[in-house]
């Protein structure tokens, strides 16, 4: 509740310092929309997220996942909201934000997101340390791709927003489902942040995610 009130509060607040800065997407032969749009709606939506998981971490919540596995998340994830909002603004090279990408990916296998997709016998078939370095490829891979994928929807109304909300929905319930409950108050304070972000990125959109916010999501 904390991270959708702040986002319905920052949302307009941002989306004026992006109008006030030239932070905006124009019409162009590839946009829909027919005036200046602001960006650096992921200001709101970043910031938001994490004053809400902040907050129920204070009044007693708990995650059940260890801290240095949410802190290697909370940096990796500025990370990309940083070079985000200078896209945003400045429009950064592709090369730039591809670093930035695989920096998150390699952080996210150190703080212990990461595929085990080989065991047992099919360890055995591969000499050390060959299990190791795939599976920590296809982390980093994973990480830089899902984030571009999501990137790539960024423009339309809601869409971006909209299908992370999806994703996030899904994400839930199958945790729930599963019983590995550790990560659903997340899921859940990421959906109502997006719900709240919603009310200004649906259709007319006054704000879009922007590089800083769909990078994020990914």
Request: with cysteine; charged share 10%; proline share 4%.
């Amino acid at each position: 509740m904390a991270g959708l009130v702040t986002c319905l509060v920052l949302t307009p607040i941002v989306r004026s310092f992006a109008l006030r800065i030239g932070a905006v997407d124009r019409p162009a032969a590839r946009r829909v929309h027919d005036g200046e749009v602001a960006r650096l709606g992921g200001v709101a939506v970043y910031s938001s997220f994490w004053l809400g998981v902040a907050i129920y971490l204070a009044v007693g919540g708990r995650l059940g996942c260890p801290t240095g596995l949410l802190a290697t998340f909370a940096v990796g994830s500025l990370g990309l909201v940083a070079i985000g909002v200078y896209d945003d603004v400045r429009d950064s090279p592709a090369w730039l934000r591809l670093v930035f990408q695989l920096v998150a990916g390699h952080l996210a296998w150190q703080g212990g997101f990461r595929f085990a997709v080989l065991t047992g016998a099919m360890t055995l078939a591969l000499p050390d340390p060959a299990p190791a370095v795939l599976e920590y490829g296809l982390t980093v891979l994973w990480v830089a791709g899902v984030t571009n994928a999501i990137n790539f929807m960024d423009g339309l109304d809601f869409l971006c927003a909209g299908f992370s909300l999806v994703a996030v929905g899904a994400l839930a319930a199958v945790a729930v489902v599963s019983r590995q409950l550790s990560f659903v108050p997340l899921y859940l304070a990421l959906a109502a942040v997006l719900v709240a972000f919603g009310q200004f990125n649906r259709w007319p959109a006054s704000i879009f995610m922007g590089d800083s916010g769909s990078t994020f999501l990914g």
